[in-house]
């Protein structure tokens, strides 16, 4: 595991300044990365409940220690629009 955003990029993406180091990397950015990145994309994106469940789902993936944040994103997008509903507004059915 690597102790720094930086070292986890260079192991994954290379390092233009110098050879890429060797790790075993999976390519996927550690679970608080990726929620501080819905985070950012939902402060830009606020009424955007496709997003909000996209997070929530990216999210339950990770334990439940997670489950908190999810579970208040879906309650958001549900506030938004239902789920199931189409996005024109009609209600499914």
């Known amino acids: 595991?690597?102790?720094t955003l930086t070292e986890h990029a260079r192991c994954v993406w290379g390092d233009e300044y110098g050879p890429t180091?060797?790790?075993?990397?999976h390519g996927?950015?550690?679970v608080w990365v990726r929620?501080?990145?819905?985070?950012?994309?939902?402060?830009?994106?606020?009424?955007?409940p496709a997003m909000m469940r996209e997070a929530a789902l990216n999210?339950?993936?990770?334990?439940?220690?997670?489950?908190?944040?999810?579970?208040?994103?879906?309650a958001r997008a549900d506030a938004?629009?239902?789920?199931?509903?189409?996005p024109w507004g009609h209600?499914?059915?």
């Open 1 to 3: 595991m690597h102790t």
């Open 21 to 25: 180091p060797e790790c075993e990397a």
């Open 28 to 30: 996927l950015l550690p």
């Open 35 to 48: 929620n501080l990145a819905y985070r950012l994309i939902l402060l830009q994106r606020p009424h955007d």
């Open 59 to 74: 999210l339950e993936a990770h334990g439940p220690s997670w489950d908190d944040i999810a579970e208040d994103l879906r």
């Open 80 to 86: 938004l629009a239902p789920a199931g509903a189409k």
């Open 91 to 93: 209600a499914p059915g």
